[in-house]
């Protein structure tokens, strides 16, 4: 055992104010960083575990690991596997101030997100976001569709549009949805920005502030963002290899009032998940008996590869029970925020005149280049081509996920969409711990806990295996095996009694 290890661990001497608005972890940063710059904590000096700092100051450990990991990113600290975390002398990056954007729901999803940040660091695989990679995009024939509107239509294409949409997009919009059975008229397609302002808008229209919007757990995360912002309260329920379980939702819907559930029966994020038809089906006829309306996120409908195809809920909708969600985001290119609604629903209305509150309309150049995509097989072609990449990325992240994630990992094999949804195993680290030492060896993902409205998902990690290429895959999934040994015998006491 030499010097370091056996020098007691500094006491740190920190008041936090929990009823601040600045996120504990941020005034764990701010705190330690001006007692290093004034000199009372010096250059050598060992930290406390992570763990022990919690417990001393009553903080959840998440605070305290993102507090240490933005530290050590500035330069202030440095982790020396299994001696600990010491001061060490600010020279090597300079501080980067955090954006002070509005609150957060809770003070731990502020610290995974901020945490989750890092995955921008340069040379690091990320498989954290989640989009499609820029090279989906069909950016030489957008070129040529963006130029031939503007030839076609001149000035009239960049102005105003109705709100409800620019008409022949609704019409080819219809015919679009049309081919996975969904039966609508032009007149019940409402373009939108993206599907998040479809979300946007439909909890807006049909739930009041302080009511509650049921989902499943885990659930997508810019849906945890649109409850906060509506006043909206989230209950979430539990999943099962068919998605959100309904004896769950039944047992809640028997004791509460539920008008609106939240669902991605195709390809979940972040689960990867595909909701079987006789659960569609039994979905419907629980909204149904408890008369509730389902908002169902189709954002990801189109990216099967393999497999059989189930209808989205709104083709099996007999009742008007469903509004259907989705974008050409995904699909195509997330940058024109070009979404759309499908509602035959007496919402239709009220939603249409929210949406012309929000932003008079989309975006009249970007609706008519999306209707040329359409129109002339573009969309079509492109999504076929991204779609071989996409399995191609999956097959490839299968292969190095079996090789190089540690014994005791479990994941299901997804047939479509750009998630790979793992379970760490328990007796190692956490996601949010494991995540610090993957940045260190240049790989991210996103961290479980940011998909549940409760504290599940802490072993959980979600691969975006569609973001690298096939030759990045293997070494990205490479670098996490070995982020998680190197974690895993860091504290290897730890790993025997992880908290968050
Ligand atoms: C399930 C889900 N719904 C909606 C969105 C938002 O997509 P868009 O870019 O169309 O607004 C996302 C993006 O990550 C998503 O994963």
């Not at 809920?313 to 007999?318: H, Q």
Request: glycine content about 8%; charged content about 20%.
């Amino acid at each position: 055992m030499n010097d370091v290890e056996m020098s007691p661990p500094s006491q740190l001497s920190i008041e936090l104010e929990k009823d601040s608005q600045e996120p504990i972890y941020r005034q764990l940063i701010r705190l330690i960083r001006e007692q290093i710059d004034s000199g009372d904590l010096e250059n050598g000096a060992r930290l406390p575990a992570s763990r022990d700092l919690a417990l001393q100051l009553g903080i959840s450990r998440i605070s305290v690991v993102n507090a240490y990991a933005e530290l050590r990113s500035e330069g202030y600290l440095s982790t020396h596997t299994g001696r600990g975390t010491f001061v060490s002398t600010p020279t090597q990056f300079s501080s980067r101030p955090y954006a002070q954007n509005g609150a957060e729901p809770t003070q731990d999803l502020h610290a995974f997100r901020d945490l989750m940040r890092l995955a921008y660091k340069p040379n690091v695989i990320n498989f954290s976001h989640g989009t499609p990679p820029g090279d989906f995009y069909p950016v030489q024939q957008l070129h040529g569709v963006i130029n031939r509107v503007i030839e076609r239509d001149g000035a009239s294409a960049l102005g105003y549009e109705p709100p409800e949409g620019y008409a022949p997009l609704r019409a080819s919009v219809r015919d679009y949805v049309n081919s996975w059975g969904i039966r609508c008229l032009p007149s019940q397609v409402l373009v939108t920005g993206g599907t998040q302002q479809g979300l946007n808008l439909a909890v807006r229209a049909i739930l009041a502030p302080g009511d509650t919007l049921v989902t499943s757990n885990p659930t997508y995360l810019g849906m945890r963002d649109i409850a906060f912002s509506c006043g909206v309260r989230l209950h979430g329920v539990e999943m099962d290899d068919d998605g959100i379980s309904l004896v769950a939702l039944e047992e809640y819907a028997s004791t509460h009032d539920v008008k609106l559930v939240y669902v991605m029966p195709s390809f979940h994020n972040p689960t990867g998940l595909v909701m079987p038809l006789h659960r569609r089906r039994q979905l419907l006829q629980l909204a149904e008996d408890y008369d509730f309306t389902i908002l169902e996120d189709g954002v990801y409908q189109e990216f099967q590869f393999e497999g059989e195809s189930v209808p989205p809920l709104k083709a099996l909708d007999e009742n008007d029970r469903v509004i259907f969600v989705s974008g050409f985001t995904k699909s195509m290119v997330p940058g024109l925020r070009i979404g759309y609604m499908i509602s035959t629903h007496k919402h239709y209305e009220n939603i249409a005149r929210i949406k012309a509150a929000a932003d008079i309309s989309s975006p009249g150049l970007n609706q008519r280049a999306m209707h040329l995509m359409l129109k002339h097989g573009i969309a079509a072609q492109q999504l076929d081509l991204n779609l071989q990449k996409l399995r191609r990325r999956r097959d490839m992240a299968l292969r190095a996920a079996e090789t190089h994630l540690p014994e005791g990992s479990t994941w299901s094999k997804p047939i479509g969409g750009l998630y790979l949804w793992v379970e760490l195993p328990h007796h190692g680290p956490t996601a949010a711990e494991l995540y610090v030492t993957a940045i260190q060896n240049g790989v991210a993902f996103a961290i479980g806990n940011v998909f549940y409205t409760n504290d599940g998902g802490t072993y959980q990690v979600r691969l975006n295996y569609a973001l690298q290429d096939e030759a990045s895959i293997p070494e990205g999934i490479a670098r996490l095996g070995r982020a998680w040994q190197l974690a895993y015998h860091a504290d290897p006491q730890a790993a025997h009694s992880l908290i968050l």
